[in-house]
C-alpha cells in the first residue's frame, strides 16, 4: 500500500502510507501541500491515461487528448490547484469543503469508490486521482487569464514574494472602499487575501486580539500588521509539518496530522479557539463563543475577554453551549 492521500492527511511508514483523517476542510495550506506532493509525483512526467466523469472535460480530452502531453508543473494559487500540461492547457480545481487529490502507484486499489471519481491523471509510476471535487475547468492560458475566477485573487499568502507590508496595504485598501465589512469576512475574501479558509480566520484574529465582528473602520494598521503577520506564519507553519518518501532520488512531501495553530502536539490542543464554543480560553479562562457569520453564515469563533468589542452599540453575543458539529469548516 502506497497511496497518498494530499488534501485529508497521510503519513509515510517504511515505504507505506498510513491515511488518517487530518482536517477536512481545505484552506490555503492544504491546496499547497497537494500542489507540491502532486508536483514531486507527476511533475515533468508524460501523460499515459487520462479519465474524467465530467462532460464538459472529456469534450476537451476529445478534441485535444491529454495523452502524450507533459505535466510541465503544478501550482497553488490561494485556494485554487492548477496542473499545466504542453501545448497550452490548463487544469484548474477548487476543493471547496469536500475535494481531494490523492496519489496512488500505477495499478493500486483506490480507497475511494469510482462513483466518486472526477479525473484520473496517469503516469508512468503514478496515478493522480481527484475526488468529489466540485471545480473542475480545462483553461488555456488566453481563457485563465480572461474568464476565470484565478486572475482575480488577492496576494497569495503562502508566495514566495508575499510580504507583511503587501498583505497590510491590501487590507488597508479594502478597508477604505468597505468601511462597514468585519474584519473575519474580509480575512475569508479571497481577492484581498487569498489562502485564509474558515480556521485560519477564527485563529488569526484570536492572535492578534482583534474582535472578529469589529467594522474595518475600527481596525488600526498595527492590527492588521499583525493579523497578516500571524496569517503568514500559521500557514508556513502548517505546510511545513510533514514527512517524506523516496523513490528514485525524489522526496514528495505530505501531511502527517491536523493543523496547528498552538504547537501543543495533542490533537485536542491544536487550535486557540476554533470549534472550542463553551470551553475555556487557553490563554484567560473565558468562555469561547460562536457566532454565524456574513452571508454565507460561516460559524466564527472568539474569546470575548481576549478579543475585546470596539465599536458602536453592544458586544456580539455567541453561543456558549456545546453542539453537534458536522465538518470542519461549518
Not at 124 to 149: C, G, K, M, Y
Not at 162 to 190: C, H, M, P, W
Not at 228 to 252: C, F, H, L, P, W
Request: hydrophobic share 40%; net charge positive; aromatic share 6%.
Amino acid at each position: 500500500m502506497n497511496s497518498l492521500t494530499l488534501c485529508d492527511a497521510s503519513e509515510m511508514e517504511s515505504g507505506k502510507a498510513r491515511l488518517l483523517r487530518g482536517d477536512s476542510m481545505p484552506e490555503g495550506d492544504t491546496i499547497y501541500r497537494a500542489a507540491r506532493a502532486l508536483q514531486k509525483a507527476i511533475g515533468g512526467k508524460v501523460v499515459t491515461g487520462f479519465e474524467t466523469g465530467l462532460a464538459k472535460l472529456a469534450r476537451v480530452n476529445d478534441d485535444a487528448p491529454l495523452v502524450g502531453r507533459v505535466v510541465e508543473r503544478v501550482e497553488s494559487r490561494g485556494k485554487w490547484l492548477l496542473i499545466f500540461f504542453s501545448g497550452d492547457l490548463i487544469l484548474v480545481t477548487h476543493m471547496l469543503m469536500s475535494g481531494s487529490w490523492h496519489l496512488y502507484r500505477t495499478g493500486e486499489r483506490w480507497r475511494m469508490g469510482r462513483a466518486r471519481m472526477r479525473v484520473v491523471i496517469r503516469t508512468a509510476d503514478w496515478e493522480a486521482v481527484a475526488f468529489n471535487v466540485p471545480i473542475t475547468e480545462f483553461h488555456t492560458a488566453r481563457s485563465l487569464a480572461r474568464s476565470s475566477q484565478v486572475p482575480m485573487l488577492g496576494l497569495d499568502i503562502l508566495a514566495e514574494e508575499f510580504t507583511v507590508e503587501g498583505g497590510v496595504a491590501r487590507l488597508d485598501a479594502y478597508a477604505k472602499e468597505n468601511s462597514e465589512t468585519e474584519i473575519a469576512v474580509v480575512l475569508l475574501n479571497q481577492r484581498v487575501l487569498a489562502g485564509l479558509g474558515n480556521v485560519y480566520k477564527s485563529e488569526v484574529a484570536f492572535a492578534a486580539g482583534v474582535n472578529p465582528f469589529r467594522a474595518m473602520r475600527t481596525i488600526t494598521r498595527q492590527e492588521m500588521e499583525k493579523m497578516v503577520e500571524v496569517a503568514q506564519r500559521y500557514m508556513k507553519a502548517n505546510v511545513a509539518d510533514g514527512v517524506s518518501t523516496v523513490k528514485r532520488g525524489e522526496r514528495i512531501v505530505t501531511y502527517s496530522g491536523n493543523r496547528r495553530t498552538t504547537h501543543a502536539m495533542d490533537r485536542e490542543e491544536r487550535l486557540w479557539v476554533y470549534g472550542r464554543q463553551g470551553q475555556e480560553c487557553r490563554r484567560c479562562g473565558a468562555t469561547v463563543m460562536m457566532r454565524k457569520q456574513g452571508v454565507q453564515a460561516r460559524s466564527t469563533y472568539w474569546c470575548p475577554e481576549c478579543q475585546p468589542w470596539v465599536g458602536i452599540g453592544e458586544a456580539p453575543v455567541g453561543r456558549v453551549s456545546l453542539v453537534r458539529r458536522g465538518k470542519i469548516g461549518s
